[in-house]
């Protein structure tokens, strides 16, 4: 019986060596021999990167620098005399070349080592690569001018590594997109059989059509950029894209909207954000633009909240006085035209010398002004407009005013996944205005592109402002009475548009056309804020004594400020391996190196600007 079992045991052991030794040797192949990854994989590791270092970017590039320089806000608690000098920033730089190229690269990599009937089926992938380099890089060189692009993560598959990459100037690097950009149409718009992206593709599904329209869009930023600089090339771009057999972003389906996915909502940090313009605010409320309600938070004071100023006897601001209806008892009756939801927008003044005027408190000084005490409780109110950090970021308690004493209504909802607009089918109609009134040979007349690009800016930024969950989106949960909290809902109404359109400064007709084709960018563009300080350096809007949106000058002590037109470049170290490269693109560009000075920064222009009118000259 023990022999038997001895017998059983090594044969359960020889098969179980045996399994063992199979197993090993599957799990520990040849090292020479790596399996190739899922290049959809790369791919989608690729685009996430293409909206990197959220936080960095917002708090200081955007809210520090882009929105207070082209008046959009102010800095938090109003302009100083030094908002216009340049301290930290974003960090961009980062996504690009430590997230994207590393991707990119090792993809073009992978296709071109496979045989020629495989890599015929991974041509259209190949193509999006481009794209998704661009968009990033364009972002960058708007604030510095010239950037590692063509020698960019040539390291591994350089011998020797190249670790000293050239920086291309940015009539090198315009160049270099259009004829990348035009290769990739081609590709994406005619390639058959191609491997199928699908949901690894976070913008469009898998959609390569919709990736040609993109790199249409990116050929339009270039020709926007080079208008004042090479006006011939600029309008040969327009029409190559308004021809373009691939066609063009032309519907809110098209636009390229950034979705890291349902789990990401932005970072979780708070923003200094600063108070709306007063001129922007009252040229969009005097026009009913809805977008206002979209980009813009209402203020604090609703119905309930001004009765509360009247019960405790502290002043109205004399901006919301103004819009309220009293009773014969001297209490709250009703709103003036046009009522809610848009007597709750109020900007403030941009210039440091009205920051500084005491009469500007009820703009500056409204925690100490609008505080109301009823019985035992006070509560200090918010009478002017923030830009809508729920843009930025979809993670934050929100708390509804009401009276001192009264309910406790928060809204905390952080289920919405943040959605970032990159580019958009408005923005295309809207590039492709100017360039029809500015004189390019495209197939419809101006207004056709200017109407549309409004409706579908309007209708982008009301899926937004939906999307990611504004507080008042639906209704203002504040009211008691069913008909006022619909009112107070700030989605878009039936008729707005078409109503919009027939307002004197959205029509072609009058006036000049042209900066009310440039304003209309404008306003689209207050959620891209690079694009935004790019128009505003090429196009010289908002003007200086407009008749419409007037740019305000920021002025202390009585002397006008100089707004930066770039920012700060670092100064190159001896001991930085590519130090030659970095010196030899600083003196190329003509560039002080380190200074924060404004003085500096608005004289030292990028190529794509130096030919651009002055802050509020207007247009060429």
Request: charged share 20%.
């Amino acid at each position: 019986m023990k022999r038997i079992n001895l017998i059983i045991f090594a044969l359960i052991f020889m098969m179980t060596a045996s399994c063992d030794k199979d197993k090993f040797a599957e799990l520990n192949s040849d090292p020479s021999t790596i399996a190739d990854p899922d290049l959809r994989f790369l791919m989608t590791k690729a685009i996430e990167q293409m909206y990197a270092n959220d936080y960095t970017n917002w708090f200081w590039s955007n809210f520090t620098y882009i929105y207070p320089w082209t008046q959009v806000t102010t800095v938090q608690g109003g302009n100083g005399g030094n908002f216009t000098e340049m301290g930290d920033g974003g960090n961009q730089f980062a996504g690009v070349y430590e997230g994207i190229f590393p991707q990119t690269m090792d993809v073009r990599d992978r296709i071109s080592r496979m045989s020629d009937e495989e890599k015929a089926r991974y041509q259209a992938m190949r193509a999006m690569t481009f794209a998704i380099q661009i968009q990033p890089a364009m972002v960058n060189t708007d604030q510095t001018g010239s950037l590692v692009y063509t020698e960019a993560g040539l390291a591994p598959y350089t011998n020797p590594p190249l670790l000293t990459p050239v920086l291309d100037n940015q009539e090198k690097l315009f160049a270099k997109w259009i004829e990348e950009l035009d290769n990739a149409i081609a590709v994406l718009h005619s390639s058959t059989e191609q491997i199928k992206m699908g949901d690894q593709d976070l913008i469009y599904g898998g959609d390569y059509g919709r990736w040609a329209k993109f790199c249409n869009l990116l050929k339009l930023k270039i020709a926007a950029r080079l208008i004042n600089k090479n006006q011939t090339m600029a309008f040969s771009i327009a029409e190559s894209v308004a021809n373009s057999p691939a066609g063009y972003m032309n519907s809110t389906d098209d636009d390229f909207i950034y979705n890291r996915g349902s789990l990401y909502h932005g970072t979780g940090n708070g923003m200094w954000i600063g108070y709306a313009s007063k001129n922007l605010v009252d040229f969009m409320k005097g026009n009913l633009d809805p977008r206002l309600r979209f980009v813009f938070k209402k203020n604090n004071l609703n119905a309930e909240v001004v009765q509360a100023f009247i019960d405790a006897g502290t002043e109205l601001p004399p901006y919301v006085k103004d819009d309220v209806n009293l009773d014969v008892d001297g209490n709250f009756d009703s709103w003036k035209a046009p009522g809610e939801p848009w007597v709750r927008y109020h900007g403030a003044p941009l210039s440091p010398d009205a920051t500084n005027d005491p009469g500007n408190d009820i703009y500056f000084n409204q925690g100490t002004l609008y505080r109301v005490k009823i019985g035992d409780v006070e509560k200090s109110y918010t009478a002017t407009s923030l830009f809508s950090e729920k843009l930025v970021r979809t993670t934050y308690d929100y708390t509804y005013p009401t009276k001192p004493g009264g309910r406790n209504m928060t809204f905390n909802d952080d289920v919405a996944p943040l959605n970032i607009v990159l580019g958009s089918a408005a923005e295309t109609n809207l590039y492709l205005a100017e360039f029809s009134l500015l004189g390019a040979n495209l197939p419809l007349a101006a207004k056709e592109y200017f109407d549309k690009g409004v409706e579908l800016s309007v209708q982008r930024m009301d899926k937004l402002a939906g999307n990611n969950e504004l507080p008042y989106y639906e209704g203002d949960p504040v009211y008691l009475d069913e008909a006022e909290q619909e009112a107070g809902a700030t989605m878009l109404r039936d008729g707005e548009i078409a109503a919009l359109l027939q307002q004197d400064a959205y029509d072609l007709t009058s006036g000049d056309a042209l900066e009310k084709v440039y304003i209309q960018q404008y306003i689209n563009f207050m959620t891209t804020p690079g694009d935004i300080w790019s128009l505003v350096r090429r196009s010289g809007i908002p003007k200086k004594g407009s008749a419409y949106l007037a740019w305000e000058p920021f002025l202390a002590s009585g002397t006008e400020l100089a707004v930066p037109r770039r920012f700060t470049v670092g100064t190159p170290t001896e001991d930085d391996i590519n130090y030659q490269n970095k010196m030899d693109a600083v003196n190329d560009q003509g560039f002080t190196t380190g200074t924060p000075d404004p003085v500096i920064l608005n004289s030292e222009r990028l190529w794509f600007d130096k030919e651009n009118p002055n802050y509020g000259a207007g247009p060429k």
